[in-house]
T-cell receptor
Framework: AQKVTQAQTEISVVEKEDVTLDCVYE???????LFWYKQPPSGELVFLIR??????QNEISGRYSWNFQKSTSSFNFTITASQVVDSAVYFC??????????????FGKGTKLSVIP | ETGVTQTPRHLVMGMTNKKSLKCEQH?????MYWYKQSAKKPLELMFV???????ENNSVPSRFSPECPNSSHLFLHLHTLQPEDSALYLC???????????????FGEGSRLTVL
């Protein structure tokens, strides 16, 4: 069984502060994929990033960066110089092959980020 | 038009009503999904369709009945629901179901369902 834990239920920061959203996962598979999605108040989940288990390079995209560490089974997400538009619920997700050509995608419970102006 | 469109955005229904949720994707994808998002719970996968065939059903109660008439449209028919079925129902699509894990999902804005 696979599991994704986002221990932070809600986080509030003041605009321009940096914030890190934690994600810890469990899986027995050696090949898997990790994702972050953003869910703004409008409701739709927006894909942010996908990493595969063989690529531990950290990634930076503008104000967003991701730290993937297999040794601690973590895939943390940092927003630098946060903005009000970053306010949303952020979901970490894990996918691994479940046989018969399909993947099992497991989401964490999400972290609600509020950026205060 | 946005990639995945869901209607209605909000729905209130009694336990004896029959209603349907509709999802349409304009991305040329071959796989479509229904997810349920309840308060304080992880997103739950309900159904997966690949090329209009149901490939996964995660033990969803029969009061939820999906229909996929073509690769662009997905329906969720609702019948004699319970108050605990109140949730945000999200539709998603991906290029292929087999790549759902290695590829990205494109979500609609969801249909907020309230069962009285």
């Amino acid at each position: 069984a696979q599991k994704v834990t986002q221990a932070q239920t809600e986080i509030s920061v003041v605009e321009k502060e940096d914030v890190t959203l934690d994600c810890v996962y469990e899986t027995r598979d050696t090949t898997y994929y990790l994702f972050w999605y953003k869910q703004p108040p409008s409701g739709e989940l927006v894909f942010l990033i996908r990493r595969n288990s063989f690529d531990e390079q950290n990634e930076i995209s503008g104000r967003y960066s991701w730290n993937f560490q297999k040794s601690t089974s973590s895939f943390n997400f940092t927003i630098t110089a946060s903005q009000v538009v970053d306010s949303a619920v952020y979901f970490c997700a894990l996918s691994s092959y479940s046989g018969a050509g399909s993947y099992q995608l497991t989401f964490g419970k999400g972290t609600k980020l509020s950026v205060i102006p | 038009e946005t990639g995945v469109t869901q209607t209605p955005r909000h729905l209130v229904m009694g336990m004896t009503n029959k209603k349907s949720l509709k999802c349409e994707q304009h991305l040329g994808h071959n796989a479509m999904y229904w997810y349920k998002q309840s308060a304080k719970k992880p997103l739950e996968l309900m159904f997966v369709y690949s090329l209009e065939e149901r490939v996964e059903n995660n033990s969803v109660p029969s009061r939820f009945s999906p229909e996929c008439p073509n690769s662009s449209h997905l329906f969720l028919h609702l019948h004699t629901l319970q108050p605990e079925d109140s949730a945000l129902y999200l539709c998603a699509s991906s290029q292929e179901a087999g790549l759902a894990g290695s590829g990205e999902l494109f979500f609609g804005e969801g249909s907020r369902l309230t069962v009285l």
